[in-house]
């Protein structure tokens, strides 16, 4: 016993010492999480999109009633009356029906004005960023007039030369926001371009637009996809604008601010009529917002970093 002791003592341990200490890394150890949690943002955005796409995914083939079908001995009804869940309209329309039809329309509208300007907007920012002193500076000062003019603006001139329509809604949203997807791109593109990798890239006789699709367009690809979200955040929201406004598609086509519109004059008697429109906007707009903030939270290195000091 002694002879253990003494061998113990003369290795450096203490006799006393736990039992975790003279066994090192056998004892229990602090928890560490193994997966990589994704933001609350990005899960809860992620959940609202999905479910707003099922819903438009859904009354392409099937929606409770029938879209133009109008009665008016039913009409206004509120909501869980003879199987209409969100209750009629004026004309006695499906509420149900419509906010379904109207998801599909913000999304298509949606998602096209934004792929359309982040894509143009990007190419142009590059541009800018890769072109000479003189040349930039011209570009810089047309993107700052673009971003200047209000979208409604263009919106209405748009309308009065081609039409109220989609195609109208889409085109004015477009022009409004290649400007801006230009200016988000142009500085960070520049800042690439100035580091040691890529002037070296340059000096093996690298063609400008190998640079700019290897080495640039990768490293602001998160930036894009935060401003990408953010842009069709508010496009839902200006075609919702436009559509009350009486820009949009006419009937039968169904819109989010169209219902709205036709909404106000009954909206003492029926409160829903506005309420749940509303709240399919929002809820959309949120979704696309959070999708946006949970992107940037993953993506960023030093958000990371501050999330996992603050859980510790």
């Excluded at 401003?227 to 169904?254: D, H, K, N, R, Y």
Aim: aromatic share 6%.
């Amino acid at each position: 016993m002694n002879r253990q002791g003494s061998s113990v003592q003369a290795s450096g341990i203490h006799a006393d010492a736990p039992k975790t200490a003279i066994e090192g890394t056998t004892g229990p150890q602090p928890h560490r999480s193994r997966g990589r949690r994704f933001p609350a943002p990005l899960v809860t955005g992620t959940a609202l999109i999905a479910s707003a796409c099922l819903v438009a995914l859904i009354s392409l083939w099937w929606t409770p009633f029938d879209l133009t079908g109008v009665d008016t001995a039913g009409s206004l009804l509120p909501p869980l009356s003879d199987g209409h869940l969100l209750g009629t309209d004026r004309l006695g329309r499906d509420v149900t029906s419509q906010i379904m039809a109207g998801a599909r329309n913000s999304l298509i509208v949606g998602g096209a004005a934004t792929g359309i300007a982040i894509v143009v907007g990007v190419v142009v920012g590059l541009i800018t960023a890769a072109s000479g002193r003189v040349a930039r500076e011209v570009i810089t000062r047309v993107i700052d007039i673009g971003v200047a003019i209000p979208a409604l603006l263009v919106a209405l001139v748009l309308a009065t030369v081609l039409g109220p329509g989609r195609a109208t809604v889409i085109a004015a949203i477009v022009i409004s926001f290649v400007p801006w997807a230009a200016r988000v791109s142009v500085g960070p593109a520049r800042q690439i371009l100035a580091r040691e990798y890529v002037e070296a890239a340059f000096a093996y006789g690298r063609s400008r637009w190998y640079v700019m699709m290897r080495h640039v367009l990768p490293n602001i690809g998160s930036l894009i996809a935060v401003q990408a979200a953010i842009m069709f955040a508010t496009a839902v929201l200006a075609e919702a604008a436009l559509s009350f406004l009486g820009v949009g598609e006419p009937p039968p086509a169904q819109s989010w601010g169209r219902l709205l519109s036709e909404s106000q004059s009954v909206a003492h008697q029926a409160p829903t009529l506005v309420i749940f429109p509303g709240l399919a906007i929002t809820a959309v707009v949120l979704g696309f917002m959070l999708l946006g903030n949970g992107v940037h939270a993953l993506l960023d290195p030093h958000q990371r970093r501050r999330e996992m000091e603050a859980r510790e």
